[in-house]
């Protein structure tokens, strides 16, 4: 079951913070985070897993509610360079199946 | 940098004929996902593969598209007959393999069923 993104779109000035929320029904073992600019590949940002582990990279921070099956990511004072789309995979671990279902998608845009 | 593979990057072809995608993943994961990505439908998952054993291609219309692995080093995938909704960008992303590892995404191929 796809997981919904909220919001749809964003457009932020240079400098300003941004929250994108991904949420699933379903019970999550963990969530990813992509950046996908136009044209390219989805490039991964980071991964939160259940216990609270999280890998990923250092400017990027993100959290993960396990009863509210929801994660969040937190783009602090935006760069024109975060401007793409966003995407959140989840993953339903049931044993032997790391099947990454990705959201619809969050389309940031930064704007000098 | 290590990254995957896929040729070719752009295919236009007449609907009917058969599309073959192909995927190098990187050298020492184990696990191999496709996926199509639309406007209307966002990143679909296709099928994946795990030691190139195939996993769940639930996602995959069964009478006109099949995904193998031949080797660890190549993935393919092919459509026939192809039909003007296959058009897409098809991605295909390798991981280390268990839960939690990160995709690698190669940089897709655009196909055009006219």
């Known amino acids: 079951q796809q997981p919904v993104q909220s919001p749809q779109a964003v457009i932020l000035r240079e400098g300003e913070d941004a929250v994108i929320n991904c949420s699933s029904s379903?019970?999550?073992?963990?969530v990813h985070w992509y950046r996908q600019k136009h044209g390219e590949a989805p490039v991964f940002l980071m991964i939160l897993l259940k216990g609270g582990e999280q890998k990923g990279h250092e400017k990027i921070s993100a959290s993960f509610n396990e009863k509210k099956q929801q994660s969040s990511l937190y783009l602090t004072a935006s760069q024109l360079s975060y401007s793409g789309t966003y995407f959140c995979?989840?993953?339903?671990?049931?044993?032997?199946?790391?099947?990454?279902?990705f959201g619809t998608g969050t389309r940031l845009t930064i704007i000098p | 940098d290590a990254r995957v593979t896929q040729t070719p990057r752009h295919k236009v072809t007449e609907m009917g004929q058969e599309v073959t995608m192909r995927c190098q993943p990187i050298l020492g994961h184990n696990t191999v996902f496709w996926y199509r990505q639309t406007m209307m439908q966002g990143l679909e998952l296709l099928a994946y593969f795990r030691n190139r054993a195939p996993l769940d291609d639930s996602g995959m219309p069964k009478d006109r598209f099949s995904a193998e692995m031949p080797d660890a080093t190549l993935a393919t995938l092919k459509i026939q007959p192809s039909e003007p909704r296959d058009s897409a960008v098809y991605f295909c992303?390798?991981?280390?393999?268990?839960?939690?590892?990160?995709?690698?995404f190669g940089n897709g191929t655009r196909l055009t069923v006219t």
């Open positions: 992303a390798s991981a280390r393999g268990g839960v939690g590892s990160p995709l690698h």
């Open positions: 379903k019970a999550l073992y963990s």
């Open positions: 995979g989840t993953e339903r671990a049931n044993f032997g199946n790391e099947k990454l279902t």
